[in-house]
């Protein structure tokens, strides 16, 4: 399932995503474990969300960008 529609939107389960990171950069077994969703649709997932700018990546943990924390403020 997509993470992130044609037109450039997250979509359901790319907001669950989103919404895991709200408080804190976590790591694609914590978002995992948070959003309910298996590992391998998190790890697609992420990679969607950060081409199209809404998460980032450092050392391994995810964090929202500054559109991604626009999204779910």
Do not use: H, W, Y
Not at 22 to 48: C, T, W
């Amino acid at each position: 399932m997509p993470c992130v529609s044609p037109d450039g939107k997250p979509t359901s389960s790319g907001m669950a995503l989103l919404e895991s990171l709200k408080d804190a950069a976590l790591s694609p077994n914590e978002i995992s474990a948070k959003a309910g969703q298996p590992l391998f649709r998190v790890r697609s997932g992420l990679r969607e969300l950060k081409d199209a700018g809404f998460v980032e990546e450092e050392d391994g943990k995810f964090k929202l960008s500054k559109s991604g924390r626009l999204l779910v403020e």
